[in-house]
């Protein structure tokens, strides 16, 4: 029986490109390997997905209409392998053995997904890096990562953004934003609070796999969490 702890983690492509607002900042790039470095180094079996936002963005590419949307979304596909590449890249850099998985192929540069490959990198301490969503146009990295999580058997899913948690409305915007501690599936899908979108959060209640909401950019949250600590986090889960 499997003892150590495995999780999925969400990062969105917009965090890897810093203040520039495009491409990669290779700062944040350390510093996501870095925080996936101390979960390795805790026991934690790692899996990580990562959008394509600071690079091409399906949704945008086919907003005039010259480029349609299965184009757009399967160039936002690619725009997730380099970022998987990049993260690979960093964390090999940091001596943490890293695998990109894809979801189309791309033999030369990444392993085709198949699951129990994939388990098997977990199983030897392997960070495995899923790119290429779900290879499939209409649907977002965020139904990725929790069909990714439901297949490897991940016991929850990281959302590691800019805040600390779920908010009742803007928090940059609303000083009198309320953060709300936990939510369950029905309260995220009834309100739409933008957790992730509606496909995965339905998703995630029909596996009964938590979601948890956190700021990436505070060192060691992600062990706090995976130890338990949600003091600086959000989580939506069956019941309150």
Request: glycine letters at 8%; proline letters at 1%.
């Amino acid at each position: 029986m499997r003892k150590r702890k495995r999780v999925l983690v969400k990062f969105s492509g917009e965090a890897l490109a810093g203040d520039e607002g495009y491409g990669i900042d290779t700062k944040i790039l350390k510093y996501i390997a870095d925080e996936i470095e101390d979960l390795v180094r805790n026991s934690v079996e790692v899996a990580v997905v990562v959008g394509g936002g600071n690079i091409i963005r399906g949704v945008s590419a086919a907003k005039d209409g010259i480029i349609k949307r299965t184009s757009g979304d399967y160039m936002g596909m690619l725009a997730t392998v380099i970022n998987a590449v990049a993260l690979q890249e960093a964390l090999e850099y940091n001596g943490v053995y890293a695998r990109v998985q894809s979801a189309i192929k791309l033999e030369q540069i990444a392993e085709t997904f198949i699951v129990r490959r994939a388990k098997r990198h977990l199983e030897k301490g392997r960070v495995v890096i899923f790119g290429a969503g779900t290879g499939n146009p209409f649907f977002t990295t965020d139904t990725a990562a929790t069909l990714r999580a439901t297949e490897v058997e991940a016991s929850m899913i990281i959302k590691a953004t800019k805040v600390d948690g779920v908010y009742d409305k803007d928090p940059k915007k609303y000083a009198d934003a309320k953060k709300l501690d936990v939510l369950t599936y029905e309260d995220a899908l009834r309100d739409h609070i933008k957790v992730m979108d509606d496909t995965s959060i339905a998703l995630a209640k029909d596996n009964s796999l938590p979601i948890v909401v956190c700021n990436m950019f505070e060192k060691g949250n992600l062990l706090k969490i995976v130890n338990g600590d949600l003091n600086s986090a959000s989580i939506v889960q069956k019941t309150k």
